[in-house]
């Protein structure tokens, strides 16, 4: 079975092709980055698969751990049943932020729960702490009971992620989850999703402008050019001159200005510490 498995799929927004013919098959557990220059089709991908957009009338299959999510540019009647698997991450906005961090994390639960108990904010003394637990596993204990907006930006991505582990979500699509990030904090963010994609099993698809850190932590690669997959294969092969070849001028955007890709050693390695990443504290250097 795939985790997620996209088929010819196309999607126009009035004339621009933002996916032409898109097909891509995900192993469950795998984590794979998904890179492109701006405007080649990432967001919408991800919107895709989590069934948040719909591709044309007549596009392909899209399926979720073998359920069809979309089919034809129709949502399936059951979509709502499947993205209770889904937990989606976006580069912003992932937090409601007035409310305490940790009923940010419970409404992972909605999906769960009877509508009645959502509503009216009654979740169990169990729920309330699988919440505390998750935010602490995901290193921001600390900050459950604060308002989400006094949180600093690589802290509301934890937080995010653990309102995916209370949501019991199987596939992890971010969208950029690091892109407003200072170093130390992508690396952080970078660090949980591993662990949670190496303890859990959870597929964790996530797009990034940030080459090094697809090589870092992500075995496998997927790279979109003006809504088409242009390379699909291992990390380890984003050198230089191949994403110079890949995407021309553009390929500036793929990397980070302090971070010289030539400097750079593949996935996982200790050889990371040139890029001024710190040394990795979970995942990053065992899986
Ligand atoms: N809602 C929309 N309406 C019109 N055009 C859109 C819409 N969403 C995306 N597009 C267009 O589709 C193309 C792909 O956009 P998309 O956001 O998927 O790219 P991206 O690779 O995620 O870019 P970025 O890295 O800048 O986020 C772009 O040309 C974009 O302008």
């Known amino acids: 079975m795939t985790a997620i498995s996209v088929e010819h799929v196309s999607k ?40 948040l957009d719909q591709g044309d009338t007549g596009s392909g299959v899209t399926t979720i751990f073998g359920n069809v999510i979309q089919k034809n540019g129709r949502l399936a009647a059951d979509a709502r049943l499947l993205r209770r698997d889904i937990g989606v991450i976006f580069q912003q906005f992932n937090l409601v932020g007035r409310l305490p961090v940790i009923v940010n994390v419970l409404v992972g639960l909605l999906g769960r729960i009877p509508v009645w108990r959502g509503t009216l904010g009654l979740f169990t003394r169990a729920e ?33 992620i653990a309102r995916a582990l209370v949501q019991r979500a199987r596939l992890l699509l971010a969208d950029e989850p690091i892109a407003s990030l200072d170093p130390a904090s992508a690396r952080r963010v970078m660090d949980t999703l591993a662990t949670i994609c190496r303890e859990d099993g959870i597929t964790v698809l996530i797009s990034l402008h940030q080459v090094e850190y697809a090589r870092f932590y992500c075995p496998r690669t997927i790279a979109m050019r003006a809504g088409q997959v242009v390379y699909d294969g291992p990390s380890t092969a984003l ?49």
Not at 13 to 31: C, K
Not at 239 to 268: C, I, K, M, N, Q
């Open 12 to 51: 126009h927004f009035g004339a621009r092709h933002a996916l032409n013919d898109v097909s891509l098959t995900i192993a469950p557990g795998e984590m794979v980055a998904l890179i492109g220059a701006s405007g080649s089709g990432k967001s919408t991908l991800i919107r895709h698969i989590a069934g």
């Open 128 to 160: 309330k702490s699988a919440a505390r637990a998750a935010l602490s596993r995901v290193g921001v204990g600390e900050v459950a009971w604060q308002r989400a907006s006094t949180l600093s930006g690589g802290q509301q991505q934890r937080a995010a």
């Open 239 to 287: 050198t230089t001159d191949f994403l110079t070849e890949l995407y021309g001028e553009a390929s500036d955007e793929l990397v980070l200005p302090e971070a010289p890709l030539a400097e750079t050693t593949p996935v996982r390695s200790a050889a990371s510490e040139p890029l001024g990443i710190p040394a990795p504290a979970t995942a990053a250097a065992t899986a």
